[in-house]
């Protein structure tokens, strides 16, 4: 299989249209597919948008990983969430109801319909158990803003199409990594 030239946008509807466009449907025999939390919160409703998908329709599920062999590893990117006009002229009620969001239920409720990891101190979603804790977490990344999307981007394109056989081996893929940082 010949080097793919992909361009990856910071989009859920970008991901997901990569993975129903160039995996479903083929030959290409594809173990897993990298991608963020986020892009769990849109495959489902996507289904219904592909038609490789709704022609070639397969199950799939997402897993948490990687997990090292000490624990898991964690990258966090702030989300700031909800926020209420100040000039609003219905402000209490705005505010009553972010209380009300905030709740331990409602926030597992909404991680849980998003598929995204809960912030509840007792998340229910079994997939992200090993970041519950935070001493099985072996080593974690957070996002402040320091590293550019586009390095983030030509590191999901090195793994999936290392995923996808492109690279021979791991250094390959490495050394497509660092040439693809340096045209950015």
């Known amino acids: 299989m010949g080097e793919r030239k992909l361009e990856y946008k910071d989009s859920k509807g970008q991901d997901c249209y990569f993975y129903y466009s160039n995996i479903a449907g083929t030959d290409l025999d594809m173990p897993f597919y990298v991608c ?37 590893y964690a990258y966090q990117q702030p989300w700031y969430g909800f926020s209420v006009n100040k000039d609003s002229e219905e402000k209490e009620i705005a505010v009553e109801f972010l209380r009300f969001m905030m709740q331990e239920k409602e926030i597992d409720e909404m991680a849980s319909i ?3 990891p809960s912030v509840a101190e007792n998340g229910t979603d079994e997939r992200y158990a090993g970041l519950r804790d935070a001493k099985n977490i072996e080593a974690s990344f957070i996002n402040d803003g320091s590293v550019p999307d586009s390095i983030r981007a030509a590191l999901e394109q090195v793994c999936n199409d290392f995923g996808a056989g492109v690279y ?10 660092v040439e693809l940082c340096a045209e950015k």
């Open 36 to 72: 963020n939390a986020e892009c769990v919160s849109g495959m489902k409703k996507r289904e219904s948008k592909s038609e490789t998908f709704s022609a070639n329709p397969f199950e799939y599920e997402f897993l948490y990983a990687p997990l090292g062999d000490k624990g898991a």
């Open 114 to 116: 998003k598929g995204l």
């Open 168 to 177: 021979g081996n791991a250094n390959e893929a490495v050394q497509a990594f």
